[in-house]
């Protein structure tokens, strides 16, 4: 049962865990990991939120719980505050990084974080391999053919790799079907 809380419904535990899931990115995850304690965890989040305009908001998926509503994180002292538009009402509160950080560790094994790293890493290389332009092919179409389409190729992979290892550590609160 939800408690109302300044006129809203608090956020369920399912809140929680997509609220942070879906503030993450695999590289994003990884940074957050390697953070040495709580205050560089503050600060992290305090940095996230300055980067994007101190707010972020994201529409859920189907087959999440309240597919359609759009969730919205914006910055407060120490963590975020995390809003639900769903149809039976708002939900909000605040998620602390020192919150996050226990719904990260509960899933969090070293093999999974050496797969995150290793994922993360692959994917920063494969982009830094990356040429904007046909030069030094012939044609734009040599580029195209025999450079860019196996790099998205390859980019594609990775970034799978990366995302199965980010599902892994903050997995969906409802199973999603494998794309394999």
């Known amino acids: 049962m939800l408690a109302h809380c300044e006129g809203r419904m608090k956020l369920t535990d399912d809140d929680v865990q997509m609220a942070v899931r879906d503030f993450f990115t695999p590289a994003r995850l990884l940074e957050f ?3 040495p304690d709580p205050l ?3 600060r992290w989040g305090e940095k996230q939120f300055d980067e994007s305009g101190h707010r972020h908001s994201v529409r859920r ?3 999440e719980p309240d597919a359609g509503c759009v969730t919205r994180w914006s910055v407060t002292p120490g963590g975020f505050r995390y809003e639900v538009d769903a149809p039976g009402g708002m939900r909000s509160g605040f998620v602390y990084w020192h919150d ?3 719904v990260v560790n509960f ?3 070293p093999v999974r974080y050496g797969t995150l ?3 993360v890493e692959a994917v920063a290389a494969h982009d830094a ?3 904007p332009g046909p030069v030094p092919f012939s044609t734009p179409e040599a580029w195209a053919a025999y450079f860019h389409r196996p ?3 390859r980019a594609s992979e990775l970034a799978l790799k990366a995302a199965a290892a980010l599902d892994a550590i903050c997995p969906a609160v409802k199973a999603q079907p494998s794309l394999f």
């Open 33 to 35: 990991i390697d953070l």
């Open 40 to 42: 560089a965890r503050i």
């Open 61 to 63: 998926l189907e087959g």
């Open 100 to 102: 996050v950080y226990q």
């Open 107 to 109: 899933h969090l094994t």
């Open 117 to 119: 790293r290793a994922a």
């Open 129 to 131: 391999a990356y040429l």
């Open 151 to 153: 790099w998205a190729r």
